[in-house]
């Protein structure tokens, strides 16, 4: 359909081929100098140029994001260093992809922060181009937040500071420079950020080496084994779990608390262990209230998920294979028996109580699709960094209806930085499983309807919310909010 395929235009018309020489032009339907395209620049177009990697399936162990250590601790607080360097992973048996990097691997190194300790980080950005970090699900200062329009420049460095003042979850950190995130993170800009706080460590999950990240994500293959960016992203049709293809796991035989986090651009995956339970334990802010044992994981772009799966249930010998719909992803492997002295407890934790909405707003996500390329809007118009178009009082709870406001069957994910909200209704009905707990990314399909609350209590200052498919953020599918005393 036509407006399908202009879309399909939108990976071929942001970023810059980083790896490969590449021409900065002016971008085809904007004007020079225009605030929303500057520094905005497009490559070739090379759609369907992708090759199905010749891997056979389940040959090669997935890798668990080794967890950094602190360069220094003594003063309560952790601090880090990670460059941000263009580095090359063996994603494809034998072969060099270049990648873009936090700390030189695929899949950045894992930070593991406690409620209450504050960590530092400073990154050096060892790339020809400006680039930055957010800490996704992070309540932090703005001044840390990783707003778009503040980057770190080629051969900078910036300290980041995180107070983690928030209860534990899974979060994660990845570039958010203007116009090139999309191709940053496609590129490895991608690591995994992990909170724990002290009334979580009493329900005694499983923790230590049972306690495992899965950075899952898409991704389409050169016959080089350079990673494709400029294509339709419906051409991803490799997933990767921590960095590999169809990867094996071995497990012990008893329960395992994954982390399952959907670092795609953009994807909806249905994941399933061919039908045996997965019990979900947590949503991007953090455990639910209680564990909901599903048999399908919906997780779309940004959205994390933990899972415990209990494989004291089935003998030695046997492999489940986790897919999303009916590709295979990953397979767990039962090798050994093991003493599991961790609880799955009945309940978790309460969600916090919100105080009685304020304010009601509407937030319509879609595109203008008059021109040569299409541009992103939020009710309306594209992102301007010089727009404040939400003032919110700082303590005050809101709520926010935010559509699908395109009737072109595209997907979406709905993300707020530095809170997290609760999802009231979709719909018009009740929330799917999909939207349960504390969250900061939200599923908003074609038609779709989803009417969420947020507090925004921690700070004040400008931060950015947008559609999480970060090819439609990058062309302007984002509005920016302050929060005011
Ligand atoms: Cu995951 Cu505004 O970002
Ligand atoms: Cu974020
Ligand atoms: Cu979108």
Redesign the pocket.
């Known amino acids: 359909m036509l407006n399908r395929r202009r879309l399909l235009a939108l990976g071929a018309t942001v970023g810059g081929a980083l790896v490969l020489p590449f021409t900065k032009l002016t971008p085809v339907g904007a004007k020079e100098g225009e605030p929303l395209h500057k520094g905005y620049h497009i490559g070739r177009r090379t759609a369907g140029t992708g090759v199905r990697p010749a891997v056979a399936a389940f040959t090669e162990q997935m890798p668990v994001p080794p967890v950094l250590q602190p360069a220094q601790s003594a003063t309560g607080v952790d601090v880090y260093k990670i460059a941000i360097q263009n580095s090359t992973a063996e994603i494809l048996p034998g072969l060099k992809t270049p990648v873009l990097s936090y700390g030189g691997s695929f899949v950045g190194p894992t930070i593991r922060a406690k409620t209450g300790r504050p960590v530092k980080i400073m990154y050096v950005n060892q790339l020809g181009e400006p680039a930055n970090v957010?800490l996704?699900g992070g309540h932090v200062p703005a001044v840390s937040d990783g707003h778009p329009m503040d980057v770190i420049q080629p051969g900078q460095a910036r300290v980041y500071d995180y107070p983690n003042n928030q209860q534990g979850a899974t979060l994660w950190y990845?570039d958010?420079s203007h116009h090139t995130e999309a191709e940053h993170v496609y590129r490895g800009l991608h690591g995994f950020y992990i909170i724990e706080d002290a009334a979580e460590k009493m329900l005694a999950l499983p923790t230590g080496q049972y306690d495992v990240p899965i950075m899952l994500r898409d991704s389409e293959f050169d016959k080089d084994g350079g990673l494709i960016f400029f294509d339709d992203p419906a051409n991803r049709t490799t997933i990767l779990a921590n960095g590999k293809i169809q990867p094996y796991f071995p497990v012990a035989a008893r329960k395992y608390r994954f982390r399952l986090l959907n670092a795609s651009n953009e994807h909806v995956f249905k994941l399933n262990l061919g039908g045996r339970e997965m019990v979900q334990i947590a949503s991007d802010g953090g455990l639910l209230p209680a564990p909901a044992p599903l048999t399908e994981l919906v997780l779309a772009s940004?959205e994390r998920a933990e899972i415990v799966v209990d494989f004291a249930r089935y003998p030695i010998g046997t492999q489940l294979v986790l897919s999303n719909g009916a590709d295979p992803v990953l397979r767990f492997d039962v090798v050994r028996p093991a003493l599991d002295l961790s609880r799955l407890p009945s309940t978790l934790r309460p969600l916090p109580a919100f105080t009685t909405a304020a304010v009601e707003r509407d937030v319509a996500m879609s595109f203008d699709l008059t021109g040569t390329d299409p541009i992103g809007l939020v009710n309306g118009r594209p992102y301007d960094p010089n727009r404040i178009d939400f003032q919110i009082k700082q303590g005050t709870t809101e709520i926010w209806n935010v559509s699908n406001a395109d009737t072109i069957g595209i997907d979406h994910t709905f993300?707020m930085?530095m809170t997290h909200f609760q999802v009231l209704e979709r719909n018009g009905g009740k929330p799917l499983p999909q939207d349960a707990g504390l969250k900061d990314t939200v599923h908003v399909p074609p038609d779709g309807k989803v009417r969420i609350q947020a507090t925004f209590a921690d700070y004040t200052g400008k931060y950015?919310y947008?559609c999480?498919y970060l090819e439609h953020?990058s062309i302007g599918m984002m509005g920016q909010m302050e929060i005011v005393t």
């Open positions: 957010h996704h990845h958010h940004a993300h930085h950015v947008h999480h953020s």
